[in-house]
């Protein structure tokens, strides 16, 4: 076997499904965060179109949420040029190492994925198999450019953690430091974002009702109605955070302007203290227009010109895929696998 490939220093690695357009809490929670790794690493990031197909989808309706979805990163902020933006499925090595893992990963630990055990719900028996072995898929993803990190929500702790697990159970297998154990790359400002109609409820592009979400595709006029018909408590504001327990909406309010301000909680609630939302609404209202309505402006002109979107994604594509391809060959020769990967002599 050839001599292993030097590991990446800091190179960072995340994904996005698409499944129609993102909203206020994608962007707060995950988006806005990963325009700002674009500063600190090699940053790669994935439309993660073989992951959609999981569960049923209508072929057209997947292409266009697949160019909705980059072109929401675009406007966001994410750079073509700064960062590798591509879609899953036009590089190959994600599904070829996703075969390996499947042979490394162990029934016990699928078996703990509680995320296949909420999806899949009372039909588990009719889940497919691509569900169930979805997290393989993520390991994948990941591994495939040797990531040393992972930006990750509450909701992908437990994949992070089967991630590490594998490429532990791969490099011990084989007796070889080949892959790295990403790590969490966790942020203080993400933004928990919840409905806009329910402060108990998580802000979601499935909510029947659109006035639950500020979606990135809305103009500045719907932005500004959404947060009037907002549902408030009668109250007024308090001075401290200690004074939105049990207020779930001016909660999720608050929280929502202080992350458009780049601020906190208790900044917000001294500027704020004794008014009611009749003047904290418009106030929201003006910040939350200048700061989604020229994403959304953005977002508009990109999605006129989809071939545009598809040539950024392909551009994409073929730079991950001079990424993976030299991990994947030596994966492969690590493996035993005859073909590109093997630089082994005969009886080696």
């Given at each position: ?41 090699e940053s790669i990031y994935c439309v993660v179109d ?299």
């Open positions: 076997m050839t001599s292993l490939l030097p590991m990446p220093e800091k190179r960072i690695f995340s994904g996005i499904q698409p499944t129609g357009n993102l909203h206020l809490g994608n962007y707060l929670g995950a988006i806005r965060n990963w325009v700002t790794l674009q500063d600190d690493f073989l992951h959609a197909i999981t569960v049923a989808q209508d072929p057209q309706q997947l292409r266009q949420s697949t160019r909705e979805v980059a072109a929401s990163l675009i406007a966001a902020g994410i750079s073509p040029e700064r960062s590798v933006l591509f879609n899953q499925s036009s590089v190959p090595q994600h599904s070829q190492l996703a075969w390996v893992f499947n042979c490394i990963a162990r029934l016990g630990w699928l078996n703990r994925m509680t995320q296949f055990k909420e999806k899949a719900g009372k039909n588990r028996e009719n889940a497919t198999v691509g569900l169930y072995s979805y997290p393989t898929l993520m390991a994948a993803d990941i591994l495939a450019y040797r990531a040393t990190h992972v930006p990750v929500g509450e909701d992908q702790k437990q994949h992070l953690e089967l991630t590490r697990d594998i490429a532990q159970g791969f490099n011990q297998t084989y007796g070889v430091e080949f892959f790295p154990l990403p790590e969490p790359q966790i942020f203080g400002s993400a933004t928990r974002v919840m409905s806009l109609r329910d402060g108990n409820s998580k802000m979601s592009k499935s909510d029947a009702s659109d006035n639950s979400r500020i979606n990135m595709t809305d103009d500045a006029d719907l932005i500004a109605q959404k947060i009037r018909k907002a549902k408030t408590d009668p109250d007024a504001l308090p001075s401290e955070s200690a004074g939105l327990e049990g207020r779930p909406e001016a909660q999720n309010l608050v929280g929502i302007f202080a992350a458009l301000a780049d601020s906190d909680v208790e900044s917000v609630l001294s500027d704020f203290a004794g008014r009611g939302f009749g003047e904290f609404k418009p106030a929201l209202a003006e910040l939350a227009v200048a700061k989604l309505a020229p994403m959304g402006d953005r977002m508009r002109e990109l999605l006129a010109n989809p071939g545009d979107i598809d040539a950024v994604l392909a551009d994409g594509a073929l730079r991950a895929e001079e990424i993976a391809a030299p991990i994947i060959d030596q994966v492969n020769d690590i493996v035993g696998f005859l073909g590109a990967g093997s630089k082994s002599g005969p009886g080696s």
